[in-house]
T-cell receptor
């Protein structure tokens, strides 16, 4: 069975500082990886995805992530954060692109940006 | 284009009652998935419907059920509510079931007292 571990439940950083949110996965088959963001009282918004190809993936709002198969990791990074990045971030894995599939989510990392 | 809508946004029910939640996908989307979000268990997959057929199901008891109509709108039903069913229920829609195309709604916050 697939699983996702987000290593930090909370990450506080200062505005304009860089940030890395860590995600490790386990899977016995090919994986497709995603990062979602959830702002207060809202649903999930897709930040970026890794399906195949280049291991460095760029997403919205200046975020990027690197797929590392040997370390089974998919860490999310941003070089300079803003107050508006305060939210909860979820890493997820799926074993399918099309057809019957489901997303398996990590427990989430709450990112707090301090002025 | 309108996003995924879920109704109601908030709901309070008593133990033992049943509840029905509704999800209207983005126009043209044929797949609807449901997830339960709680502080303790996080985000967990409930089920997915595609063209009115349940295509995938998570590990939830039979009290949780769903259906999809010909216009792709979906409902989920929880019977004999328990306190542990209190959660944010999210639905997501996509064109043909491709995971990376999933668009989430704002959720329905269910509180069971």
């Amino acid at each position: 069975a697939q699983s996702v571990t987000q290593l930090d439940s909370q990450v506080p950083v200062f505005e304009e500082a860089p940030v890395e949110l860590r995600c490790n996965y386990s899977s016995s088959v090919s994986v497709y990886l995603f990062w979602y963001v959830q702002y207060p009282n809202q649903g999930l918004q897709l930040l970026l995805k890794y399906l195949s190809g280049s291991t460095l993936v760029k997403g919205i709002n200046g975020f990027e992530a690197e797929f590392n198969k040997s370390q089974t990791s998919f860490h999310l990074r941003k070089p300079s954060v803003h107050i508006s990045d305060t939210a909860e971030y979820f890493c997820a894995v799926s074993d399918r692109i099309q057809g019957a599939q489901k997303l398996v989510f990590g427990q989430g990392t709450r990112l707090t940006i301090n002025p | 284009k309108a996003g995924v809508t879920q109704t109601p946004r908030y709901l309070i029910k008593t133990r033992g009652q049943q509840v029905t939640l509704s999800c209207s996908p983005i126009s043209g989307h044929r797949s609807v998935s449901w997830y339960q979000q709680t502080p303790g268990q996080g985000l967990q997959f409930l089920f997915e419907y595609f063209s009115e057929t349940q295509r995938n199901k998570g590990n939830f008891p039979g009290r949780f059920s769903g259906r999809q109509f010909s216009n792709s709108r979906s409902e989920m039903n929880v019977s004999t509510l328990e306190l542990g069913d209190s959660a944010l229920y999210l639905c997501a829609s996509s064109l043909g079931g491709s995971v990376y195309e999933q668009y989430f709604g704002p959720g329905t916050r269910l509180t069971v007292t």
